[in-house]
């Protein structure tokens, strides 16, 4: 590896971690769209702010268009509640309009804005190594991974000093604004955060992509964790992979770095909704076959049951006269058979069914479920009585 | 070349012709479905849909080596249902929510439609690809082909809409009574969300992919203020997404050829800002106006009592009583005092003295009926 190739990667890790901090929040707040609506709204701000400082990576610069993002929510918040368009509506005028105002600027080569386009959407991490950073004569880098590195530290000094405000106003705002946590400052806060580390990776991803490094690895972690702090963790870890491959893939296929940055993204994610272990499609798809069989299992119990003892009625107990009483394909009736034999709920002779002993139990507890008021979960009955089905 | 100038060659310019016509078309469809998108609530949903079409704009181009019109909308229009079934797949299969979904789905794609992009452009035949314009939209890429596959697509969607109004128009206020009624909630949805796709994709050439929902939801946002009727709202929304589209390719033509998109849309957004101040009922000076009105009308009410009470101290409830007791009456201001003589509700005589009239005293005793608001 070359250096420049060292230090791109450097960066893109930067900018990942730097994304997925504000993301995990933007995530569980429902809020991911409003990174769409600044990443785009900033475009402005940036343009005038290199009016002002002639450099994209100045201090000011950073801050001015970081006020266009928070101008952004605010403006979708006072739409909002003058209640003539709802939310999605208010982002969706918003964002567009700010966008539009920066692009025309550029385009019109307004104050020689040396930034295109192409750059604007794709951003330039490939060029970052060439603007140094040199003081007193001595070259510290780039000065663009000084910048990431200045955002990553605001982004974890906010996150750790504040994590208790920001977890409680993120999961219960009420009780957060009861406890005096000031959601609503907490709030401006968080967009304030996502402002400026928007801003901050524009200049290397390019102003849509930023979204693809806030929301997509939060969203995967989400898939993977109930608690905060992993999820915090895992989705720093899964930005970072995605960047570095991404980087790598880019330079294979000579295509735009930012873009295999999300698509890397794209199929981590993807991956994870397939396999990831309780919520992942596979997982579900199995949970509710099992869940199929065992409710089976019970109607076929319950379906004994009614038909022994006192209206003994050997015809409906046996294995040909499920298919017709409960409508199941022969296939289904002698599999669900075979598993609650193998559980020892019913016994079978010459193609009559009868309950064992255990599952006269299973039909009183079942019955007991189906007509308390309370409901209990279906599972301590599975737990007592089906354990063996997996 | 003014912008007056522009609008007359509009009719004898072959070029300005073709395109004043494709911008019209899209105008007019994206006005008309993106009332359906803003109703429904799915103002975002187009979006995601708009970014997520790259990737089926640059894989038709790929697949076929060809810029067939046709080809790239069913392209774009595969990779938009593509997106809408992966972001459904998401919200309906995990605990993500549909904000996340859209911007994963929106964001990935999107970055994948610029690796598919940026491979295009390294191709020996790249330059004539043009496929950038995509990204932003170019009105003067638009040939009389492309403008009759416009149009075809418009129409096929009118004709749609106009058979299923009904089903389309229940489904959008309240899906739960639809169902009960009978309609299949899910053949109409699918028609919806196909017609939705439809209209952002003829808009991709003029308006590009970035911008393209923009101009789905400012037309229907800002009829949605004039009226309260569905078919009002479907044609003005209409209008003023044609107003959108012709107006803002003309001043972009007249421009030194800016990107169409961030024009038309910045056109689409000044009529939104229009119609939210002006619209009468729901506009914001519709609405102060009102405000105002309601104000003085009570500030005058609770005058006319004050000054009825201090009357009724008295036996003969027509006694004169000096204008400087007024002053002390609560509510008392010069201009609701004002108001209330011009209206003819106390008199004042020349020696400084006032009394109620007996139309005052008929309306202050009206209001202050038990049952009434007011003192």
Known sequence: MTMPQIEIQIIASLVAIACAIPGVFLVLRKMAMISDAISHAILPGIVVGFLFTGSINSPVLILLAAATGLLTVVLVEIITSTRMVKEDAAIGLVFPALFSIGVIMISRNFANVHIDTDAVLMGEIAFAPFDRMVIAGVDLGPQHAWVMFAIVVLNLVFTSVFFKELKISTFDAGLAASLGFAPVAMNYALMASVSITTVGAFDAVGAILVVALMIVPASAAYLLTDDLKAMLMISVGFGVFSAISGYWAARFLDVSIAGAMATMSGIVFLVLFIVAPHRGLLSIMKRKKRQKTEFAQMTLAIHIHNHSGKNDDVEERRIGHLAKHLSWTPDFGREIVRQALKHKLIRLEMDVISLTGKGVKFVKAANGLITSKYHPEFETLRKEFIIFAD | ??????????????????????????????????????????????????????????????????????????????????????????????????????????????????????????????????????????????????????????????????????????????????????????????????????????????????????????????????????????????????????????????????????????????????????????????????????????????????????????????????????????????????????????????????????????????SIKPGRSGS
């Not at chain 2, 330059?127 to 932003?136: A, K, M, R, W």
């Open chain 2, 1 to 366: 070349m003014d912008q007056f100038e522009f609008f007359i060659r509009l009719f004898n310019d072959y070029t300005t012709q073709t395109i004043g016509m494709g911008t019209a078309f899209l105008g007019l469809m994206s006005g008309v479905l993106g009332v359906y998108a803003f109703l429904r609530k799915q103002s975002l949903l187009g979006d995601a849909v708009a970014h997520a079409s790259l990737p089926g704009i640059a894989l038709a181009f790929l697949l076929t080596g060809t810029k067939n019109t046709l080809l790239i909308f069913a392209g774009a229009a595969l990779a938009g249902w593509v997106a809408t079934f992966w972001i459904s797949g998401i919200i309906r299969n995990t605990r993500i929510k549909s904000d996340a979904a859209l911007a994963i789905v929106l964001a990935v794609f999107f970055g994948f439609g610029l690796v598919l992009l940026t491979f295009v452009q390294r191709m020996e035949n790249a330059n004539q690809s043009g496929l950038e314009t995509y990204l932003f939209g170019q009105a003067a890429t638009l040939l009389r082909e492309d403008v009759t596959a416009m149009g075809i697509i418009s129409v096929f969607a009118l004709v749609v809409i106009t058979l299923l109004w009904k089903e389309f128009k229940l489904m959008t206020f309240d899906e739960q009574f639809a169902r009960t009624l009978g309609f299949n909630q899910k053949y109409t949805d699918l028609a919806i969300n196909t017609l939705i796709v439809l209209s952002i994709v003829i808009g991709l050439q003029t308006v590009g992919v970035i911008l393209m929902s923009a101009l789905l939801i400012a037309p229907a946002a800002a009829a949605r203020q004039w009226t309260n009727r569905m078919s009002t709202m479907v044609l003005l929304s209409a209008v003023f997404g044609i107003l959108s589209g012709v107006v803002g390719t003309g001043i972009s033509s007249a421009g030194n050829n800016l990107s169409t998109g961030p024009v038309i849309v910045l056109v689409a957004v000044a009529i939104v800002v229009v119609s939210f101040v002006f619209a009468p009922g729901r506009g914001w000076l519709a609405r102060t106006i009102a405000k105002n009105q309601n104000r003085r009308s009570l500030a005058l009410n609770k005058l006319l009592e004050a000054l009825y009470q201090t009357c009724q101290n008295h036996r003969d409830i027509k006694h004169k009583h000096s204008i400087n007791i007024i002053k002390a009456v609560p509510g008392y201001n010069q201009k609701t005092l004002n108001s209330l003589y011009e209206k003819g509700l106390i008199e004042i005589t020349g020696d400084n003295q006032w009394c109620l009239t007996d139309q005052g005293i008929e309306i202050a005793r009206e």
